[in-house]
């Protein structure tokens, strides 16, 4: 009797252990269930980036975390707009995109998408899940001296890439650009200042690719109602009044960045002296003359062309100060703003670069109202210079993490 109890109370007790199991195993695949939908697009709350919202304008900028692309989007941002900035970091800074993260950490304000232009699927892609009402073009590499040594990159990078761009915002309805463009694409013209009426004749790869990136823009929006802005601009300096951005390019760059770089680099040791490429042209001191324009005035331009852009129409502007400065007179004025007594050395010249250039900004003047502002050279390498004093590694910390 005894062993007969025995065996019921296993049967009981087997028959409880088998509808508890059940119960769990049930349990775990409703679970699992429910994981799977609340992981599903339907059921997630859609990104403020998918939708057009009504009063707010969606930027992408692409190259956003560049020296001029992060400070653009640094403006759009102060000014209420929503940002996407997509960029391969190839000469961008994350470093960048982490200060402007921390500036503005609200939800649907700034989103960064790490992607290479070249890939027309990933852009495609980008522009599907993404509800852009415009877009301003930055992305690109831009030295003068490297598009002749490497011409089939710039090519690349710049005329195809925009191809690419445009691509996309055809497909999904994206109608209105701002193009990023340089004075490089007017080579080096008999008659100064430069107007928007000066023939462009580029002498190097990176003047000639932007001119192709144009005439593919303007040969487009002539079959479209799309919106067109083109800004050629002139050599870019400065940084941001209150030392949030600055300029940090890859240190293997040096030789083939910009003079405001090579100063600094120069007044900090970094390098022993700076190089001076041509004293032999034919200008009042023999050295290079050239339009310098603040980062500062370049972004307003770009805001202003962006609120101005009309469908069906194409504005062209060339920003810069209307103010020609030669090589030993930028040398002078980093000196006095650095307070270094900078090395000087005096070379021959530099393969595709030209005598003088400088713009005639009064169009721009006319049909956006702007006007460059920050024109004292040395106040803004002064303040350039105080960021990059104070961020010796770039945007990195000593340890060589991105700093936030």
């Not at 000196?335 to 010249?349: D, P, Q, Y």
Request: proline share 4%; net charge neutral.
């Amino acid at each position: 009797m005894r062993v007969r109890e025995a065996g019921m109370d296993y049967a009981d007790s087997k028959r409880k252990s088998n509808v508890v199991g059940k119960i769990l195993f049930a349990a775990m695949v409703i679970g699992l269930f429910f994981l799977v939908l609340n992981q599903s697009s339907s059921f997630n709350t859609p990104s403020p980036f998918s939708h057009h919202e009504p009063g707010v304008t969606h930027v992408l900028v692409t190259g956003g975390a560049g020296y001029i692309g992060s400070h653009a989007a640094l403006r759009l941002l102060k000014d209420s707009y929503r940002v996407t900035i997509v960029d391969n970091l190839s000469r961008g800074n994350l470093g960048a995109v982490k200060v402007l993260q921390n500036l503005f950490p609200e939800v649907g304000r700034l989103q960064f998408i790490y992607a290479d232009l070249g890939d027309s699927k990933a852009v495609n892609k980008i522009f599907s899940e993404n509800a852009f009402d415009a877009v301003i073009h930055f992305a690109a590499v831009a030295y003068v001296g490297e598009s002749t040594l490497e011409p089939l990159r710039y090519y690349h990078n710049i005329t195809s890439n925009t191809l690419v761009v445009l691509e996309a915002m055809a497909s999904h309805g994206v109608n209105t650009l701002i193009y990023s463009s340089t004075c490089a694409t007017y080579g080096e013209p008999e008659k100064m200042p430069i107007t928007e009426q000066t023939s462009q004749v580029p002498i190097n790869p990176y003047g000639k690719a932007k001119k192709m990136s144009e005439d593919i823009i303007l040969d487009f929006s002539r079959s479209s109602d799309m919106a067109v802005m083109i800004l050629r601009y002139f050599n870019v300096i400065g940084s941001d009044p209150e030392g949030r951005l600055g300029e940090a390019p890859r240190p293997e760059l040096r030789e083939h960045g910009r003079i405001s770089g090579a100063c600094f680099d120069a007044a900090s040791g970094i390098l022993p002296g700076l190089k001076v490429k041509g004293i032999d042209y034919n200008t009042p001191d023999g050295t290079c003359v050239r339009d310098y324009i603040d980062v500062t005035d370049l972004v307003d331009a770009h805001v202003k062309a962006l609120a101005k852009a009309i469908p069906g129409k194409v504005g062209i502007y060339n920003v810069g100060t209307g103010k020609g400065r030669s090589v030993k007179e930028f040398v002078e004025a980093c000196k006095k703003a650095t307070g270094v007594n900078i090395k000087v050395e005096f070379l021959s010249r530099r393969p595709g670069d030209y005598a003088e250039v400088y713009s005639d900004p009064s169009k721009i003047k006319r049909e956006l109202n702007w006007t460059a502002k920050h024109t004292d050279l040395q106040e803004s390498l002064r303040i350039a210079w105080r960021w990059q004093k104070s961020h010796q590694n770039g945007y990195a910390t000593p340890s060589g993490t991105a700093s936030s």
